[in-house]
């Protein structure tokens, strides 16, 4: 496999995983917790086999001659590593069935894992959306249609898309999570049914008191519950993607304007 190819397989299971993973109970809390530190591994996978084009960006970060776009994108790397280190970090801190022994209770953490949980769907649709062009190529090499075909088709899924990702941005606890930080208490607070419920998953995970008979139901419920989030979580990236190109497209536009007038 070519190494753009394993990149870009390699981007679909971010988004894919991003997505499945924040909602704690879809599976699991245990496949929550672990699946997250594989994700925040694949993107550090993400990170080691873009280092070449970060080792030669970097130098140049604060030149005049760099591309706008490619500042833009080395800072929401950089950015999404931040996010990602900050998800990992504050998600071991209120493990409740991993790395117990290192675990904290303290509210501070659960905020930071919301946050930085939402600021990465943000983060992840800027970085889809600055490789629209590469990825419409692709799609294009794979996908033989005619363009008076494929347009239309293209601008009513990109309208559904967005439709349905706006309505999950404001619907969804997405912006509840951006505000976290900035609320005004700050004392702890006693245990909610959510904790409770938390805890209570988690010993029957560890003791393994769940019987095998409800093992088929408990399978399809996680099954729609992933498709679920998928749907929803993807759409917010993917929303995020759809304006990042949009205004990129605008902005060229703009451009092309200007040196032809």
């Not at 497209?249 to 451009?255: A, G, N, P």
Request: aromatic share 10%; hydrophobic share 45%; proline share 3%.
């Amino acid at each position: 496999m070519k190494k753009k190819h394993f990149k870009m397989v390699l981007d679909i299971l971010m988004l894919v995983g991003v997505a499945l993973f924040y909602n704690k109970l879809t599976v699991s809390l245990a496949f929550h917790e672990i699946g997250g530190l594989v994700i925040c591994g694949l993107f550090l996978i993400h990170i080691g086999l873009n280092f070449p084009w970060i080792k030669g960006v970097t130098p140049r970060i604060f030149s005049k001659k760099l591309p706008l776009k490619t500042r833009i994108g080395f800072i929401i790397n950089l950015l999404l590593l931040i996010s990602f280190f900050m998800i990992a970090l504050s998600g071991i801190m209120i493990s409740k069935t991993i790395l117990t022994q290192i675990s904290s209770r303290a509210l501070n953490w659960k905020t930071i894992h919301y946050f930085a949980s939402s600021v990465s769907i943000i983060l992840l649709g800027i970085h889809i959306g600055l490789h629209a062009n590469y990825i419409k190529g692709m799609v294009k090499k794979q996908f033989h249609i005619s363009r008076r075909v494929r347009t239309p088709i293209i601008v009513v899924v990109l309208m559904m898309v967005m439709g349905f990702g706006l309505y999950n941005v404001v619907s969804t606890s997405f912006t509840k999570w951006l505000a976290m930080p900035f609320g005004t208490t700050t004392e702890r607070r006693p245990p909610t049914d959510s904790d409770r419920g938390d805890r209570v998953e988690a010993n029957n995970q560890i003791e393994g008191l769940k019987s095998k008979t409800h093992t088929q139901p408990v399978m399809e419920t996680s099954v729609v519950k992933g498709l679920n989030q998928e749907t929803i979580f993807s759409s917010m990236i993917l929303t995020f993607a759809l304006f990042t190109a949009g205004i990129e497209s605008l902005i060229k536009r703009r451009k092309s304007v200007t040196k032809n007038a």
